[in-house]
């Protein structure tokens, strides 16, 4: 079982560049989740989805747009990058919205936006 | 949005002493959490609290979901080196709102 995956770990890109980052579970999970963890601010929710087929906004969706490609993936997608999204992005799954403090994480991935 | 703070920012202490820190909201949580966070790696949950006084251990942790339902308490016995990480608080209001996350306490373990 190898839980959370994310690809990449790490991404250097230039201003305006796009790119899409990739979180999948093996787990049978319900529920996903795209968080980004800056210094001194915590965890903070970008989206979510409660279920396949579904997805919502969280506290800074703002240039960001995410698919719940399947049951297992869950991508984050940064149409045109901006300095301000350098940040360590974390993928998350949970059995289901309501059992979200028991969520999985996944690895993280680092990116520096130029 | 929500605000936890979380304190302190960071610790720096001796193999074998103990450790504390708190987390604090403006408003009431009716869940509060805790987790660790090592380098390199996500969050993992170490204690879930959902009453208001409850007193949940794990291992050398204790954590406390406050009377006042506005704090959150988490103790570390006899740190010992693998301690190290980054612990965080995180709440929720109500059952239909999503979690929020303090800023984390820095732990450093010296041997």
């Known amino acids: 079982n190898a839980g959370v995956t994310q690809t990449p770990k790490f991404q250097v890109l230039k201003t305006g560049q796009s790119m899409t980052l990739q979180c999948a579970q093996d787990?049978?999970?319900?529920?996903m989740y795209w968080y980004r963890q800056d210094p001194g601010m915590g965890l903070r929710l970008i989206y979510y989805?409660?279920?396949?087929?579904?997805?919502d906004k969280g506290e800074v969706p703002n240039g960001y747009n995410v698919s719940r490609l399947n049951k297992r993936e869950f991508s984050l997608r940064l149409e045109s990058a901006a300095p301000s999204q350098t940040s360590v992005y974390f993928c998350?799954?949970?059995?289901?919205?309501?059992?979200?403090?028991?969520?999985?994480f996944g690895p993280g991935t680092r990116l520096l936006v130029l | 949005g929500q605000q936890l703070n979380q304190s302190p920012q960071s610790m720096f202490i001796q193999e074998g002493e103990d450790v504390s820190m708190n987390c604090t909201s403006s408003?009431?949580?009716?869940?509060w959490l805790w987790y660790k966070q090592e380098p390199g790696e996500g969050p993992v949950l170490l204690i879930a609290l959902y009453k208001a006084g409850e007193l949940t251990s794990n291992g050398r942790l204790t954590a406390q979901f406050g009377i006042t339902r506005k704090d959150s308490f988490l103790n570390i016995s006899a740190s010992i080196p693998s301690d190290v990480g980054i612990y965080f608080c995180a709440g929720r209001e109500t059952s239909g709102s999503r979690l929020t996350f303090g800023e984390g306490t820095q732990l450093t373990v010296n041997p």
């Open positions: 998350a799954s949970s059995e289901g919205i309501a059992n979200e403090e028991t969520q999985y």
């Open positions: 989805s409660a279920s396949e087929g579904t997805t």
């Open positions: 408003s009431i949580f009716n869940t």
């Open positions: 787990m049978n999970h319900n529920s």
